[in-house]
């Protein structure tokens, strides 16, 4: 997947396809409501234990997806070292999701929060090495800090 002119360096803002941005945000508007909810409380008979169980179960769906980015990734993959790599943190974040919605609720969203900053640290190097197309890099930035920053403001409701 090389961009080798683009290697290491972060892309404008521009850079980043119109569609890919504008569904990452259409993808953020789960994390936003249910971060509104439970502040503003019961709402239309929807209490904060369900709130919560669905803002972990969209968490841990959207950590899967993230996960198998890294899936596709190594079905491109030219050697074994990079295909092999792929697939092993592909599962991670699956996993990790898993085993967050387990967790209380209060437990749950700082575990997810904590996996999806380590997952766009992970995705931001992997593109800027070249491993990813550049833009997703810029991508990643934007919606780790979207989604960490939402995921925080619904854990201080709890």
């Known amino acids: 997947m ?3 002119s683009n290697t290491g360096r972060l892309p404008s803002a521009r850079g980043v396809p119109h569609l890919a941005r504008t569904l990452s945000l259409a993808g953020a508007i789960p994390f936003v409501a249910g971060a509104v909810l439970l ?10 234990d369900f709130v919560s169980g669905a803002l972990k179960g969209y968490s841990a769906v959207i950590l899967s997806f993230l996960g198998g980015v890294h899936w596709g990734l190594a079905l491109s993959a ?6 092999d790599r792929e697939l092993l943190f592909s599962i991670v ?3 990790v ?11 749950a969203l700082m575990v997810l929060t ?29 919606m780790t800090a979207i989604v ?5 403001i619904a854990w201080a409701a709890l």
């Open 93 to 95: 974040p699956v996993l």
């Open 39 to 48: 502040w503003v409380g019961n709402v239309g008979g929807l209490s904060g």
């Open 148 to 152: 960490c920053v939402v995921l925080l």
């Open 114 to 142: 904590i996996a999806f900053l380590l997952q766009g640290l992970f995705d931001i190097w992997m593109a800027l090495r070249d491993h990813a197309p550049n833009w997703y890099a810029r991508l990643r930035i934007e």
């Open 2 to 4: 090389a961009t080798s």
């Open 78 to 83: 030219r050697d074994t070292t990079a295909r």
């Open 97 to 107: 999701g898993w085993i967050a919605i387990l967790f209380a609720s209060k437990t």
